[in-house]
């Protein structure tokens, strides 16, 4: 008679064991599914602050960045953009953590290019960095909304030994203008909750 009450109790045990099992699976999926891990950053160029005589972007859940090529000339929403010329061709960089094998990214920005030279070598580009290990751009639109184009990259970052912090940035390769506005930079953390 004992050794079916511990049948049973072990039978139990093991069917709310599974059922424990199934509701925490769920609710990570349900979690995941709607981002509540996701951390992201989002800048708009119309948003300045200066900082020891500079003026810099700020960004949204973020904080400072790069000294901005500000212009009026062009703007995706908003009143400002990023210009990039051939002279200047890097802007809107963002110096985040040292990567981790795994850690998953997913960034955007628009992007308009002024055609001032017939040399049509080069683009607008959307880049991914960590030293000398890892390197990842986009310069094709995913989507055209008003003579503006959405570079997107979404990448995991690969096995290697990083010590070098990820570095997300726009870059001119060509001899053009080329204009970026609203950039997002997402990444997945599935810690942020048990952090001190």
Known sequence: MKS?????????????????????????SIMNYLNFFVEEIICSVDEMVMHNNKEYL?????GLINEAN???????????????????NFG???????????DEYEASVWVHMEKISEDTAGSGFLVASSGQIFWKGENIPVEMKNGWGLLHLKFSIPEGNYNEPLKIFCWNSSKNIYYFDNISIKRKNYWKYFKN
């Not at 079916?4 to 990570?28: A, E, G, P, Q």
């Open 4 to 28: 079916l009450s511990d049948k049973l109790l072990r039978l139990n045990f093991i069917r709310i064991s599974t059922l424990i099992l199934i509701f925490i699976y769920v609710l990570f």
């Open 58 to 62: 700020i960004a949204k859940n973020y």
């Open 70 to 88: 500000k212009t009026d000339e062009r703007a995706q929403n908003g009143k400002c953009s990023v210009r990039l010329i051939p002279e200047c």
């Open 92 to 102: 809107l960089s963002f110096l985040l953590d040292v990567p981790k094998p795994k």
